[in-house]
């Protein structure tokens, strides 16, 4: 079920575009939009959850000129110092995961200089929202810890990963209860409604929809908004005909085949030493 309380069909963004994400989960004026984003992410409990932060990069509409990122992150941190990272990774890129862990490590240093105390340092939690399936299983939210392998008690705590993974978000296959379920329904299906769905009740999530659809953008947002996916488009394409051309005829036939004969991606990618990425331009199976 679905309302609309001035009866006005939205047209909401897609979030995963770099204007939108920034405009939605960086603005300084409506923090209770991220708030409530990582509050649901990591399930804290009450008494333990969210309620202030810092955004250290708060959203500023860009030249179109300088539109040039395809990372895109929010830097956060809470009453307690503890920094969040939150971003937006639109394509699997060749050692990503090293790159995620250097990202965080790095903030995680930067906090002191060198000479001062190391007690001063501060955790550090990285949320990934990925376009693109990356870590074994079925569960589209995982959290990454450094535990002890033997008693699995988290002792080194100040490093967390945690990754939302779009694809494998079944919004058909379940209720769409939980918080941290309707965020993620926001963030996947947004560009394909056009009401605020019934159930959404977190004042947070109410706003990041109002925040998303078009009729509350400015014409310079709205434009910088759709450079942005024009962007987006243009480099997929260039990269389906570089792939095309590397790769060659035969091997995109085979790939093919060995796909619809229900052979897995990772065994297909081996088989002919091309990444995922790769194996999927030519299935065509990117969003």
Not at 133 to 140: H, I, N, V
Not at 238 to 265: F, H, P, Q
Request: charged share 35%.
């Amino acid at each position: 079920m679905y309302i609309n309380i001035d009866d006005t069909v939205m047209k909401f963004v897609d979030i995963k575009n770099d204007i939108a994400f920034r405009k939605i989960f960086g603005n300084e004026n409506k923090k209770e939009i991220l708030i409530s984003f990582l509050n649901a992410v990591l399930e804290l409990p009450k008494g333990k959850k969210i309620v202030k932060i810092e955004i250290k990069n708060p959203f500023q509409l860009p030249e179109i000129k300088d539109l040039k990122s395809s990372i895109l992150d929010v830097k956060v941190t809470d009453e307690r110092n503890i920094w969040y990272i939150v971003e937006m990774q639109v394509e699997e890129s060749d050692g990503f995961d090293k790159r995620v862990q250097y990202y965080t490590a790095k903030q995680y240093s930067s906090q002191i200089e060198v000479g001062e105390d190391y007690p001063k340092l501060k955790q550090v939690i990285f949320i990934g929202i990925l376009n693109f399936d990356f870590f074994d299983g079925d569960d589209y939210l995982t959290h990454h810890l450094i535990t002890n392998k033997k008693t699995g008690k988290q002792e080194l705590s100040d490093l967390e990963f945690n990754f939302i993974e779009l694809p494998k978000f079944k919004e058909d296959e379940i209720k769409i209860e939980s918080l941290i379920e309707k965020w993620v329904y926001f963030i996947k299906k947004a560009p394909n409604l056009d009401v605020i769905p019934e159930n959404v009740t977190d004042e947070g999530l109410k706003r990041a929809y109002e925040d998303a659809d078009k009729h509350n953008w400015s014409k310079e947002e709205l434009l910088a908004y759709d450079y942005a996916s024009m962007r987006k488009a243009d480099e997929s394409s260039k990269t389906k005909r570089a792939v095309e051309k590397a790769i060659g005829e035969t091997v995109r036939k085979s790939v093919i085949s060995l796909y619809k004969n229900g052979i897995d991606l990772n065994i297909i990618s081996l088989s002919f030493e091309i990444s995922i990425e790769q194996v999927k331009q030519i299935l065509n199976l990117n969003d």
